[in-house]
């Protein structure tokens, strides 16, 4: 399903893929094989892999006979997720911008050109399926594709502003989480948000987060989503 989309111009329009990462170097071909061949560029920003991450994400675009395809970027890691992202997207030179994480699968990618070419907004938001333990998972609707220019906010469960107003939806594409243990990530990403509130006391979003730590349910990791991007409980 879809809206909010025109007909197709002339000229196709280009997408990067952008990533974030660091010690992901198991995930690298599941990840980029799941989209290679459906975007024009692929943009891995490392934030200090010590398992080959980078290596192996090359050796992968030189299989694939595309070594050019993919943009290597390194940023020194500062306790700050969105300053990462923002980095990595400003690597990124395609006429659309795209995300995912290397935990990530994207299923239906082949569907990406004809929604960036078609598309009447500059968001276009597709379903998630964010794998928690016990068996469950929730579908969150996130901002996947978008015009250069918009930034990510929030230094842990980041989160990209746009305007609300200009946004697209489809079911044509979707990400599939597969992360297995939260452990690590959760207590990770604790000391992230202790640091923020320690440094920024007044912050919205961290204040937000924090609430939302608390509320939470037990073995559902903190997630910046909103209720309103939650579409289904599995």
Request: charged share 30%; hydrophobic share 35%; with cysteine.
């Amino acid at each position: 399903g879809s809206a909010g989309f025109k007909q197709r111009p002339a000229e196709p329009s280009t997408i990067s893929m952008v990533m974030i990462a660091r010690d992901e170097r198991g995930n690298v071909r599941s990840c980029l094989g799941s989209f290679w061949e459906h975007v024009d560029e692929v943009v891995l920003c490392d934030t200090g892999s010590t398992d080959g991450t980078v290596a192996e994400a090359q050796a992968f675009a030189r299989e694939r006979g595309e070594p050019d395809k993919l943009v290597i970027g390194r940023f020194e890691w500062s306790d700050d997720f969105s300053a990462a992202r923002n980095y990595a997207h400003g690597l990124a030179s395609s006429d659309w911008h795209c995300w995912t994480d290397l935990d990530d699968v994207v299923v239906g990618a082949g569907c990406l050109h004809e929604i960036a070419e078609s598309v009447r907004t500059n968001v276009v938001c597709f379903p998630y399926v964010y794998r928690a333990d016990r068996g469950r998972s929730l579908t969150l609707g996130r901002p996947r594709l978008f015009r250069p220019g918009m930034a990510w906010r929030g230094r842990v469960h980041e989160y990209l502003e746009y305007d609300r107003s200009s946004v697209g939806s489809s079911s044509s594409v979707l990400w599939q989480h597969r992360r297995q243990h939260w452990g690590p990530s959760q207590s990770r990403d604790r000391r992230l948000l202790e640091r923020w509130l320690r440094d920024e006391p007044d912050s919205p979003d961290a204040l937000r987060l924090a609430r939302a730590d608390r509320d939470r349910p037990p073995h559902w990791p903190l997630s910046s989503a909103r209720p309103s991007e939650i579409t289904a409980v599995h």
